[in-house]
């Protein structure tokens, strides 16, 4: 899989991505609000040996590399979700090194990937689970077009503890086309 924006290239992870992979998602600071954060390369390894073969495949999570397309620099990495057996539900995570946050990648990669998921694969709806606490993605969401669809009250059990989740989602009928 890839895919291009205009400073972008979304790209399949391989083996030669873990050293970057764990320089930036092994920053537990920066990550505070991600499910996974590596200790090890061999965490690495094994997240990529995880990773789902085929892009697009019902019941499954397919991570993506966001590189710069000039320099090939690694960013981060988009999490796609496809849910369901009918598999017209997708939800999304990002995580992005903090080198390179607040320069409108996280924007462009994510604007990238759902004008993909709209208008090339046509799926019906697109969401993003976020913890109410973590404001800069609240903002994200917001900024490219998602809008917010709930406030569950301590409905997930993460890092030991019951938590609050917030749902973005938006509409394929509501997302500008090309």
Known sequence: MQLYTKRLLLRDITMDDKQNIFNYRSDAE???FQSWI???LEDVESFIRRNN??????ESWYQLLITDKETKAVIGDIGVHFL????????FGITLSSSFQGKGYASEALKGIIDYLFNDLHKHR??????PANTASIQLMERIGLRKEGHFVKSLFWKNNWVDDVIYAVLHEEWPKK
């Open 126 to 131: 697109i969401t993003a689970s976020v913890d």
């Open 84 to 91: 369901g057996d009918e598999n017209v539900q997708v939800e």
């Open 53 to 58: 073969k085929e892009f697009n495949q019902p």
């Open 38 to 40: 590596p200790e090890t």
């Open 30 to 32: 920066a990550n505070k």
